[in-house]
Each structure stands twice: as structure tokens, then as C-alpha cells.
């Protein structure tokens, strides 16, 4: 892309940070030389997914070769010359690093078969849904048993300088928290950030910072006031008696106060 690019890798030992500042530094170096420039060339730190392989394994590689369609830049992914694309369709030469022939084996052990099959299953993601909506704790994406297994690793493991957020993945989305509160109260999510209703507003704005970790501002945004609005909230609810509707969303979202 622009400034950036989408990797998909599987990682049979734990050298991600390594491998990517291996990666991105020779890269920088090597654009750098090439363009006669000084500086970066990437935007910033790589950021990272952990994705269970049998969930979306294949529409992660969707997702990347079509990025470019997606956004506008070409109307077909063939047509973008920097993407995998060609070479596992089998339209160009595959280079030595790329896992060509594991993808294809996902869709027909017979290679001819097998590329007519990912040709189809590419062009049918084109106007689908992005996977982002699914991601949990900021860099999870698969099952609620992958996210339990890995739930169980990271309480194995101390972990420093990490967001709490992400070290969490069996944490609620957003929409779950709006849904159960929603249905404690008989409303709708919509009614629930319409702040409709007083006490379940107040418990969705709670949850969402206490259950649902979100940051202040965007829980603000969602539900149109101001930072301070719910920052007071917060104190409310942490310093009052709590009615029994919302000790019942609170056990919904696996709040214990």
C-alpha cells in the first residue's frame, strides 16, 4: 500500500518483533539506497494479529489480496503488481518466500484445480465485509475456544508495557456489552446509547469502560457527550448502591464489583 503493507506469516517460534525490525530495517535501507533518500519508509511499528488458522486462515489471504480494491486503487486484484495475488493464482512466478502451494492445498490437492478454486473464492470476497469487526481485545480474531486457549497461555505468562486489553482475549466486544444491557432492560442497543433509558445508559457507559475496557473519548463519542459526562458516571456508579437490574447486566458481562 501507500505507506504500508499487510503480511500474512505463521510464526512456529516466538521471533515476530525480531523477524519484523529484520525485515522492515533491510527493506528501509534497501528503498533507501535504491531512491537516493535518507529516513523512514514505513509508517511506523508493525502491528500484529493473532488469528486461529482454522477459522480465518483463508479469509485473511482474501482480505490481503484485495486491500487494493477495497480502498480503490485497481479494480481487479490481478491489477495490483506489489500483492501475492498473481503468483498463487498461478498468473506469475511464486518467489521462494511465499507459501503458495500450502493456500492452494486448502482448496484441491490437484494444483490446476486448486487455482481456478482460489481465483473464485477471491473474487467472490470482493465487496464482502472486512474480519476487523471480530477482532477481540484489539489483536485477537477467531473463536471464543481459540480466544479461551489463548487466555489460558497469556495468564501463564507476565507480560509488561502490554494494554490491558490485549492481554484479555476473552473480553466482550462492544456490541455484546450493548446487547446484554439492552436486554436486561427490554430495550434495544440503539435505545440503550439514545441514553432512552437513564439507569441502562448509565450501566452501558460503566460496562463498556469496566467490562469492555474502551477508552473514555470513544465511549463519550458513542454515546454523544462529553468525556467528563462520563467520567462522572463512572464515579456514580462505583459509589452507589447498584439496583438489581444492574447487578444482572453486570453478571451478564462478567463484572464482579
Known amino acids: 500500500m501507500g505507506n504500508h503493507y499487510h503480511l500474512l506469516l505463521d510464526t512456529p517460534e516466538p521471533n515476530l518483533s525480531?523477524?519484523?525490525?529484520?525485515?522492515?530495517?533491510?527493506?528501509?535501507?534497501?528503498?533507501?539506497?535504491?531512491?537516493?533518500?535518507?529516513?523512514?519508509?514505513?509508517?511506523?511499528?508493525?502491528?500484529?494479529?493473532?488469528?486461529?488458522?482454522?477459522?480465518?486462515?483463508?479469509?485473511?489471504?482474501?482480505?490481503?489480496?484485495?486491500?487494493?480494491?477495497?480502498?480503490?486503487?485497481?479494480?481487479?486484484?490481478?491489477?495490483?503488481?506489489?500483492?501475492?495475488?498473481?503468483?498463487?493464482?498461478?498468473?506469475?512466478?511464486?518467489?521462494?518466500?511465499?507459501a503458495r502451494d500450502h493456500v492452494l492445498s486448502l482448496f484441491d490437492e490437484d494444483h490446476e484445480r486448486a487455482s481456478s478454486s482460489y481465483r473464485r473464492f477471491v473474487v467472490d470476497g470482493i465487496g464482502s465485509?472486512?474480519?476487523?469487526?471480530?477482532?477481540?481485545?484489539?489483536?485477537?480474531?477467531?473463536?471464543?475456544?481459540?480466544?479461551?486457549?489463548?487466555?489460558?497461555?497469556?495468564?501463564?505468562?507476565?507480560?509488561?508495557?502490554?494494554?490491558?486489553?490485549?492481554?484479555?482475549?476473552?473480553?466482550?466486544k462492544a456490541v455484546e456489552i450493548l446487547e446484554r444491557v439492552a436486554a436486561v432492560y427490554g430495550l434495544s442497543p440503539t435505545a440503550v446509547t439514545a441514553r432512552q433509558h437513564?439507569?441502562?445508559?448509565?450501566?452501558?457507559?460503566?460496562?463498556?469502560?469496566?467490562?469492555?475496557?474502551e477508552p473514555l473519548h470513544t465511549v463519550a463519542v458513542r454515546f454523544g457527550v462529553s468525556a467528563s459526562r462520563v467520567?462522572?458516571?463512572?464515579?456514580?456508579?462505583?459509589?452507589t448502591p447498584h439496583t438489581s437490574q444492574q447487578l444482572k447486566a453486570m453478571a451478564r458481562c462478567k463484572v464482579k464489583q
Not at 437513564?198 to 475496557?213: C, I, M, S
Request: net charge positive; with cysteine.
Open 18 to 98: 525480531r523477524g519484523m525490525r529484520r525485515l522492515n530495517g533491510r527493506y528501509t535501507q534497501s528503498f533507501n539506497r535504491r531512491h537516493h533518500r535518507v529516513g523512514h519508509v514505513l509508517q511506523g511499528r508493525f502491528k500484529s494479529i493473532v488469528v486461529e488458522r482454522e477459522s480465518y486462515l483463508l479469509e485473511l489471504c482474501r482480505y490481503v489480496v484485495l486491500n487494493p480494491v477495497r480502498v480503490g486503487l485497481v479494480a481487479a486484484p490481478e491489477a495490483w503488481p506489489w500483492s501475492s495475488y498473481g503468483a498463487t493464482a498461478g498468473q506469475s512466478p511464486s518467489p521462494a518466500w511465499l
Open 129 to 172: 465485509t472486512s474480519p476487523w469487526p471480530q477482532l477481540t481485545g484489539q489483536i485477537f480474531l477467531g473463536s471464543p475456544a481459540f480466544r479461551e486457549r489463548v487466555a489460558a497461555m497469556v495468564r501463564r505468562t507476565r507480560l509488561a508495557n502490554v494494554p490491558r486489553a490485549q492481554t484479555d482475549p476473552t473480553r466482550l
Open 198 to 213: 437513564q439507569e441502562a445508559y448509565q450501566t452501558g457507559v460503566w460496562l463498556l469502560r469496566r467490562a469492555g475496557n
Open 231 to 239: 467520567s462522572k458516571i463512572q464515579t456514580a456508579f462505583e459509589t
